[in-house]
């Protein structure tokens, strides 16, 4: 059986198109399948629709967070419900499109243990978003050991892929990057990112930045080594300038007046605010960890086998 994680944030108007597609797209390929929509603590009628998809269609399960834990939270509640013996994860949206799940289980019945959908276009992005987003995948790639430019949390892993993520101890989890990381045979199937069935994207720009960052600290330590790299530029700035300093007051010639050395300062100073910056962050992140808060609360699920709450 194949299992559709579908997280779902505000989307009362995209679920019933969802689930009316997937379940056409899957029925007419004759993959048995259950579909489980989490939804991340939405105010609209999100849960409302869910809750009535389920009641006309046994296939169809739910869960509720208590509030909105992030998409991230989302997808490994829906990986740890799921039943199937794969699993795939789709957004809500249809902006992955279900029509690809038939070729994406066919590649899981071929051997592949991680299938993952990679975009063809981008679909319409402005030229900073662009540059940002290509900032973001290349350090994150050179992190992660693979290619990320294209990459998207559509994917569908098998049973042992699922089991090892939720498996993982830590709270603050990238997906997108942790299925590479597992390690297990995986390959790529192309699809081309639509426009949005309904509503609108829940990123804003700082959002974004926040998803970027949490992204990158999640999976690489890489960005402390900046401040060793900054502090040892800095250094051999302060040793060059000290030596030519002396070297020109040896010779009894004027020493440059002081704004260089404000220069130097202030430079220094960001540098090390920068520093400082950097490690609190990761700071944060460690504390988030040793907390070890569950990373999402289920008020409600419905489909579940036993009694709807
Ligand atoms: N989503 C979620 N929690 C959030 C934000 C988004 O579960 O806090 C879901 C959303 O319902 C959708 C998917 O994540 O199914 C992708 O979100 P969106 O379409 O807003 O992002 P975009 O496609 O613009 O990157
Ligand atoms: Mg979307």
């Keep these: ?127 900073f978003h662009r540059l940002a987003v290509g900032i973001f995948n290349r350090l994150l790639g050179r992190a992660v050991g693979t290619d ?57 720009f700082v959002s974004l930045m926040r998803y970027a960052a949490a992204g990158i600290a999640g999976s690489t330590a890489a960005p402390l080594q900046i401040v060793t790299v900054l502090g040892c530029a800095v250094l051999l700035l302060a040793l060059g300038l000290g030596a030519a300093t002396l070297a020109d007051a040896l010779r009894g010639r004027a020493v440059p007046g002081d704004r260089g050395l404000i220069l130097l300062l202030l430079a220094l100073g960001g540098c090390l605010m920068l520093s400082l910056g950097l490690l609190g962050y990761y700071l944060g992140r460690v504390f988030a960890e040793v907390r070890q808060r569950p990373r999402y609360l289920v008020a409600r699920s419905c489909g579940m086998g036993e009694e709807e709450t």
């Excluded at 994917?155 to 942790?178: M, Y």
């Design 148 to 204: 990320m430019s294209r990459a998207s949390d559509f994917k569908l892993l098998d049973r042992r892929v699922v089991q090892a993520l939720l498996s993982l101890p830590e709270r603050g989890t990238f997906f997108r990057a942790l299925a590479p990381w597992t390690g297990f045979r995986e390959t790529e199937l192309e699809f081309r990112v639509e426009e949005r069935s309904t509503g609108e994207s829940h990123w804003s």
């Design 1 to 127: 059986m194949l299992s559709v994680v579908i997280p779902a944030y505000n989307e009362e108007t995209a679920v019933p198109a969802a689930v009316r597609e997937t379940a056409e797209v899957l029925q007419q390929a004759q993959i048995p399948y259950e579909l489980i929509f989490v939804d991340d603590g939405s105010s609209d009628g999100t849960w409302q629709a869910i809750r009535a998809a389920s009641r006309a269609d046994a296939c169809v399960r739910g869960l509720s967070f208590s509030r909105n834990f992030g998409k991230e939270a989302a997808i490994l509640a829906g990986l740890e419900a799921a039943r199937g013996d794969c699993c795939a994860v789709m957004d809500c949206d249809l902006q992955h499109p279900p029509e690809k799940l038939p070729e994406m289980y066919r590649l899981w019945q071929e051997g592949w243990e991680v299938v993952n959908g990679v975009k063809t276009d981008r679909g319409r992005e402005s030229g």
